[in-house]
T-cell receptor
């Protein structure tokens, strides 16, 4: 089975801090995604990447950046954390970049609280 | 852009009763549609997906969904609810404008009454 691992289950940070959320997948998937999940809003796509060093903005990229230096690792960076970035962050991966019907494999999520 | 709308943020049914979770999509081209489930404190996992091969799609745990183009719907059903079905369910659509991008609905929390 594919495993998508997020480095932290819970994280508490202060306003203004730089925050790194890490995600690793172990099945050589081409695509990786970062979503945030908020009650009543479902999942919203922040950024995704279909190849090493490639990235595309999702629907809510403001205040975030990403890094994909290796195929298996996709990092989400909050340059200066703010309280409105308190949320559950979900990482996902899928196999083929050219396909639009691929199954997503999700990590367990990181609950980030910004105080 | 494509989107999905899930009607009802919370649905409660009795154990053994029919489960019906509603999803409507908007798309100018035939979409790919998905249902994902999220159990408490877990990530999402795929229940089923529609890729135009058949309008009635069977998934895991006894769930199925029917694609109805005339109604732009992809409702999820299960004939008899089980306590273990309590979870949050998300409908999702593939965005043809960008390969691999999947757009999610706002989710429906399913509760099962004993």
């Amino acid at each position: 089975d594919v495993k998508v691992t997020q480095s932290s289950r819970y994280l508490v940070k202060r306003t203004g801090e730089k925050v790194f959320l890490e995600c690793v997948q172990d099945m050589d998937h081409e695509n990786m995604f970062w979503y945030r999940q908020d009650p009543g809003l479902g999942l919203r796509l922040i950024y995704f990447s279909y190849d090493v060093k490639m990235k595309e903005k999702g629907d809510i990229p403001e205040g975030y950046s990403v890094s994909r230096e290796k195929k298996e690792r996709f990092s989400l960076i909050l340059e200066s954390a703010s309280t409105n970035q308190t949320s559950m962050y979900l990482c996902a991966s899928s196999l083929y970049k050219a396909s639009t019907n691929e199954k997503l494999f999700f990590g367990s999520g990181t609950q980030l609280s910004v105080l | 852009a494509q989107s999905v709308t899930q009607l009802g943020s919370h649905v409660s049914v009795s154990e053994g009763a029919l489960v019906l979770l509603r999803c409507n999509y908007s798309s100018s081209v035939p979409p790919y549609l998905f249902w994902y489930v999220q159990y408490p404190n877990q990530g999402l996992q795929l229940l089923l997906k529609y890729t135009s091969a058949a309008t009635l799609v069977k998934g895991i745990n006894g769930f199925e969904a029917e694609f109805k183009k005339s109604e732009t719907s992809f409702h999820l059903t299960k004939p008899s609810a089980h306590m273990s079905d309590a979870a949050e369910y998300f409908c999702a659509v593939s965005d043809h404008s960008s390969a691999s991008k999947i757009i999610f609905g706002s989710g429906t929390r399913l509760s099962i009454r004993p």
